[in-house]
């Protein structure tokens, strides 16, 4: 295994680009080095990105969004009282992962680029609506959080491809977000189910609104009949039921240790309306 | 496998090694090092018994790779107490038996001080979830919060 620390972006993407073996990036490595230690993959190229000036900065846009470097740690989210502020959910979601010790080290970008179905962190980023810019050897595009992951442990990243920020959009008035996570455990496990509410209120009324779900599909889901069942409505009992039942809809988990099928879709309702009456009590306060 | 020349300080002290790139941060203070107060319980994250400060934050130093530590400030199990003084903190483990075989003491006593560094007076829930990353499997954790707890008070008095 081949070390490297580039100063960098476009040194990383050269260095990826030639290496013709097994080629990980290395941001928090709580993924990376367990797999590691574990013998299920053994990098012959380990790329660090932490040493890259800026991966470490959390930066508000002119427009009011936020950049988000890809070597910040959950503990770092957590300590930014007015990225806190505006997307909660996003960092409640990120503040699940793992230990303390985890937050330490643990990124957003490396939950994401893992690619588990149970990612605790992407939820939260789909129903903001985060995107991430890519930077390849073709150049850079950006792309929404929903479209990195392929398949459980694939992403839509090219060979060379490496993400080099998440941008948050502008969080605006009247708005909050929210996300919850279904394990056995009060810490320390995988989500059996997740998921995320993003709303946005005129009054009482909510005008736009965002729904992610985790754990319950090979990749993470972003539910438009979700949104629908809210969108016009002040979060009445019949617009609950209405979001419960398409969350439900939506899943198509598979049954293992963690939750048989038939539980997972009905926890995915109950979380949803439940994750949607937060995010309404946030965006009213 | 070619060995990767890294220079950091721990506990204060300007240090240098050699590390195979695959070492984990823990494999290199114990091999190399000889500060062999961080254990390794799991080797993958779950335990807690590695738990050092690398820049300031509290880690597992299994799931860093010790080429990853070039530059770093890194405290140790063994930086805590001030000669032979105990930090309140050993000092209270001691006197409530918050511990048996002693294996996950090291990191139960890091991962306390970040808490207290960070907040001075934390709640019983605080101090149980700040350390659920820290596993132990013979005292049980009653003992552990009530020394936690203990040391916070004496601390605070102090100040
Ligand atoms: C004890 C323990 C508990 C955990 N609990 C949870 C939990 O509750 N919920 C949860 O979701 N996860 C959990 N995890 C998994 C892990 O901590 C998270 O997935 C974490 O967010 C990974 O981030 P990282 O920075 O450590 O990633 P790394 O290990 O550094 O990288 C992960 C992957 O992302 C790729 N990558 C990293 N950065 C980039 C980039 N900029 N561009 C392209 N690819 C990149 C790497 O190549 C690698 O494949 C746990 C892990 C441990 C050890
Ligand atoms: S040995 Fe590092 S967490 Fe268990
Ligand atoms: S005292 Fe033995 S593991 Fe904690």
New interface residues.
């Given amino acids: 295994m081949r070390y490297h620390a580039p100063a960098t972006f476009d040194e990383a993407i050269a260095i990826a680009a030639g290496a013709s073996g097994v080629t990980r990036y290395l941001a928090g490595g709580t993924d990376v080095l367990v797999q590691l230690r574990a013998g299920m993959v053994t990098p012959d190229d380990l790329i660090d990105l932490k040493k890259i000036p800026g991966t470490h900065d959390i930066t508000r846009l002119p427009d009011g969004g936020w950049r988000i470097g890809i070597a910040v740690s959950g503990a770092e989210l957590g300590a930014h009282a007015e990225l806190v502020a505006d997307w909660p959910g996003v960092v409640e979601g990120m503040e699940l992962v793992g230990s303390t010790q985890v937050q330490g080290r643990a990124t957003l970008t490396g939950n994401l680029c893992n690619g588990s179905p149970a990612a605790d962190s992407v939820p939260g980023l789909v129903a903001a609506g985060a995107t991430v810019t890519i930077q390849g050897p073709n150049g850079t595009r950006e792309l929404p959080v929903e479209q990195v992951p392929v398949k459980p442990g694939k992403t839509a990243l090219e060979p060379g491809e490496i993400i080099t920020a998440i941008t948050l959009p502008a969080r605006g008035k009247s708005a909050g977000d929210a996300y919850l996570r279904f394990i056995p455990r009060t810490e320390m496990d995988i989500a059996v189910v997740g998921c995320a509410v993003s709303l946005v209120l005129d009054g009482d009324k909510v005008t736009a609104a965002r729904i992610s779900l985790g754990a319950v599909a090979p990749t993470v889901l972003l539910v438009q009949d979700c949104a629908d069942a809210i969108i016009g409505t002040t979060l009445d009992d019949a617009a609950l039921d209405k979001l419960a039942a398409a969350a439900s809809a939506a899943a198509k988990p598979i049954s293992d240790k963690r939750g048989p099928k038939e539980f997972r879709v009905d926890v995915a309702g109950v979380l949803a309306r439940r994750a949607a009456k937060i995010a309404y009590e946030r965006a009213k306060a | 496998?070619s060995k990767?020349h890294v220079q950091a300080t721990v506990n204060g002290d300007s240090v240098e090694f050699l590390a195979d790139?695959?070492e984990?941060l823990l494999d290199c203070l114990r091999d190399h090092l000889d500060l062999t107060g961080a254990k390794e319980g799991c080797?993958?994250?779950?335990c807690?018994a590695c738990?050092v400060m690398?820049n300031g934050?509290?880690?597992?130093s299994?799931?860093?790779?010790g080429?990853?530590a070039?530059g770093a400030e890194i405290s140790t199990i063994e930086g805590m107490a001030d000669g032979n003084e105990l930090h309140p903190l050993q000092r209270k483990f001691i006197e409530h038996a918050a511990l048996q075989c002693g294996f996950c003491t090291p990191g139960f006593l890091v991962?306390a001080k970040?808490?207290l560094e960070k907040n001075p007076d934390p709640s019983e829930s605080e101090i149980r979830?700040?350390?659920?990353?820290?596993l132990c499997r013979c005292t049980g954790y009653d003992k552990i919060v009530r020394a936690v707890q203990d040391a916070a008070a004496e601390m605070r008095g102090a100040a």
């Fill in positions: 496998m990767i790139p695959r984990t080797g993958t994250g779950d807690g738990s690398l934050r509290l880690v597992s299994c799931l860093v790779l080429v990853e070039e991962a970040a808490l979830f700040w350390l659920a990353g820290n």
